[in-house]
């Protein structure tokens, strides 16, 4: 079964910029979503198609798609980023990877 | 607003069923595929089946064959996940997710909490 993986967590000052990878078989040929969950909340869709971000998200979140790794970028991270972001594909079936926690500090 | 809004979850004895669901209101929600995705505690997210926009396509992960069944009734806005012989793995946050008709989730439900336990 297709898999996809990130690293289990990623730190970074305020203000600097952040960058978590999702790594899968062949990725770059498959559109590639990034979530944020924070504690006790639902997950939010940050980006969708590798790159595109939905309304209301900030500019800051951007995205990457190439190869075997596709990449999330937080710009300027602020201290409301910290949260667990997760990558998702599609093979056969919904695939997600298994969740980047990510400390800003 | 467009929201999704999970309920049925429970404590439940190994073996037996649950019924989840899942009401939809603020966009059309039979022109949409859903989808049922869950979270252990302290884990991360698992998809768990999907459902057509006009219910005439089901997928699920291996995981769940044969004992949960995802349905909708489109006069109610409503989807559906029927969990039958439930076992402790299946302990988890449920989440119905609307499907953006390009690969990812675009709306999320607050989840429902099913715990499996003698």
């Known amino acids: 079964s297709y898999e996809l993986a990130q690293p289990p967590s990623v730190s970074v000052s305020p203000g600097q910029t952040a960058s978590i990878t999702c790594s899968g078989d062949?990725?770059?040929?498959?559109?590639v979503c990034w979530y944020q969950q924070k504690p006790g909340q639902s997950p939010v869709l940050v980006i969708h198609?590798?790159?595109k971000r939905p309304s209301g998200i900030p500019e800051r979140f951007s995205g990457s798609n190439s190869g075997n790794t596709a990449t999330l970028t937080i710009s300027g991270t602020q201290t409301m980023d910290e949260a667990d972001y997760y990558c998702?594909?599609?093979?056969?079936?919904?695939?997600f990877g298994g969740g980047t926690k990510l400390t800003v500090l | 607003q467009v929201q999704l809004v999970e309920s049925g979850g429970g404590v439940v004895q190994p073996g037996r069923s649950l019924r989840l669901s899942c009401a939809a209101s603020g966009f059309t929600f039979s022109d949409f595929g859903m989808h049922w995705v869950r979270q252990a505690p302290g884990k991360g997210l698992e998809w768990v089946a999907v459902?057509?926009?006009?219910?005439?396509?089901?997928y699920y992960v291996d995981s769940v064959k044969g004992r949960f069944t995802i349905s909708r009734d489109n006069s109610k806005n409503t989807l559906y996940l029927q969990m039958n012989s439930l076992r402790g793995e299946d302990t988890a946050v449920y989440y119905c997710a609307k499907d953006d008709r390009a690969s990812a989730f675009d709306i999320w439900g607050q989840g429902t909490m099913v715990t499996v336990s003698s």
């Open positions: 459902i057509s926009y006009d219910g005439s396509k089901k």
């Open positions: 062949k990725l770059g040929d498959k559109y």
């Open positions: 998702q594909a599609w093979d056969s079936s919904v695939v």
């Open positions: 198609q590798d790159t």
